[in-house]
């Protein structure tokens, strides 16, 4: 009899279950590729988790004007960005690529790879200044072969108490990046100081991501910056 139960109850939740992993599946995910629209400009997203957190929203603002892509992953740092880039590219023809490397660069790592290490207990960030400039030359450099419009956009602040991470240090990349931007002509989306104007109401407290309604205000920005760029 207890065995009989059991199974009716199985048998009684498993549309339901069905239901819930139909759902989850069906839930869109940013980094999955789209398919184009016949006619309308090609737009490639690099970034990292910042990024990943605005596409689907620009990606609703800007439905029926733009064929809005982005690389498949998170960007990570700009090493990341050296040894994937050409996969990135790929062979399309890019109308617009909106790019950013920053916050990974900048985030310290421990002496045996641990991710978010504290500077305190001897944590070193990923890529330094100096490299960092370097880099992001060398990728610039690449994109420009494109022949799309480029836009940098900016580090986003960190904010106290965040993991593995420091105040101030976005600002220094901020400006060791504009410098490489000066120096080959690509203009500078500044998300960087709405995010910091507006911390406490779209970021999240002591961390360098944002809430929902914080990504649907980043990706207003970027929908906007890229229609211009298309004009």
Same mark, same amino acid.
């Not at 207890?2 to 939740?13: S, Y």
């Not at 809005?68 to 994937?84: C, D, M, Y």
């Not at 709405?194 to 205000?217: Q, W």
């Given at each position: /009899?207890?065995?009989?139960?059991?199974?009716?109850?199985? *048998?009684?939740? @498993?549309? =339901?279950? #069905?239901?819930?992993?139909?759902?989850?599946?069906?839930? &869109?995910?940013?980094?999955? &590729?789209?398919?184009? *629209? =016949?006619?309308?400009?090609? %737009?490639?997203?690099?970034?990292?988790?910042?990024?990943? #957190?605005?596409?689907? &929203?620009?990606?609703?603002?800007?439905?029926?004007?733009?064929? @809005?892509?982005?690389?498949?992953?998170?960007?990570?740092?700009?090493?990341?960005?050296?040894?994937?880039? !050409?996969?990135?590219?790929?062979?399309?023809?890019?109308?617009v690529i909106h790019f950013n490397w920053g916050l990974h660069d900048l985030k310290h790592m421990g002496p045996n790879g641990e991710?978010?290490?504290?500077?305190?207990?001897? #944590?070193?960030?990923?890529? +330094?200044?100096?490299?960092?400039?370097?880099?992001?030359?060398?990728? %610039? $450099?690449?994109?420009?072969?494109?022949?799309?419009?480029?836009?940098?956009?900016?580090?986003?602040?960190?904010?106290?108490?965040?993991?593995?991470?420091?105040?101030?240090?976005?600002?220094?990349?901020?400006?060791?990046? !504009?410098? *490489? /931007?000066?120096?080959?002509? %690509?203009?500078?989306?500044?998300?960087?100081?709405?995010?910091? !104007?507006? /911390?406490?109401?779209? /970021? $999240?407290?002591?961390? *360098?991501?944002?809430?929902?309604?914080?990504?649907?205000?980043?990706? !207003? +920005?970027? =929908?906007?910056?890229? $229609?211009? =760029?298309?004009?």
């Amino acid at each position: /009899m207890k065995r009989f139960l059991f199974l009716l109850l199985a *048998v009684v939740h @498993l549309p =339901a279950l #069905g239901q819930a992993q139909n759902n989850k599946a069906k839930r &869109p995910n940013p980094t999955t &590729p789209i398919e184009d *629209v =016949a006619g309308l400009p090609s %737009v490639l997203l690099i970034g990292d988790s910042i990024s990943i #957190g605005y596409t689907l &929203p620009t990606r609703e603002l800007l439905k029926g004007k733009v064929n @809005l892509h982005r690389i498949p992953t998170n960007g990570g740092p700009t090493i990341k960005g050296l040894q994937h880039i !050409e996969s990135w590219l790929g062979k399309k023809k890019w109308d617009v690529i909106h790019f950013n490397w920053g916050l990974h660069d900048l985030k310290h790592m421990g002496p045996n790879g641990e991710n978010l290490f504290p500077k305190e207990k001897g #944590g070193k960030v990923q890529v +330094s200044l100096e490299d960092y400039e370097k880099n992001l030359d060398r990728l %610039v $450099l690449r994109l420009k072969k494109t022949g799309a419009r480029l836009i940098w956009r900016n580090t986003t602040p960190v904010p106290p108490g965040s993991k593995g991470r420091y105040v101030g240090d976005s600002i220094r990349y901020n400006a060791a990046a !504009e410098r *490489v /931007m000066i120096r080959h002509g %690509v203009p500078t989306h500044d998300l960087f100081t709405m995010s910091r !104007e507006r /911390m406490k109401e779209i /970021m $999240l407290p002591s961390n *360098v991501h944002y809430t929902k309604d914080g990504s649907k205000a980043l990706a !207003e +920005s970027v =929908a906007k910056i890229i $229609l211009q =760029a298309l004009k």
